[in-house]
């Protein structure tokens, strides 16, 4: 699912998060 690769990419690039917060990601604030 999305979700599990945002995990995935999550702890293998937490700076891709910093830089694009979670809450611009579709579908995690639903």
């Not at 599990?4 to 694009?20: A, G, H, M, Q």
């Amino acid at each position: 699912t999305p979700y599990e690769y945002i995990c995935k990419v999550w702890t293998s690039e937490p700076d891709r998060f910093i830089l694009n917060p979670i809450h611009q990601m579709p579908g995690l604030n639903t």
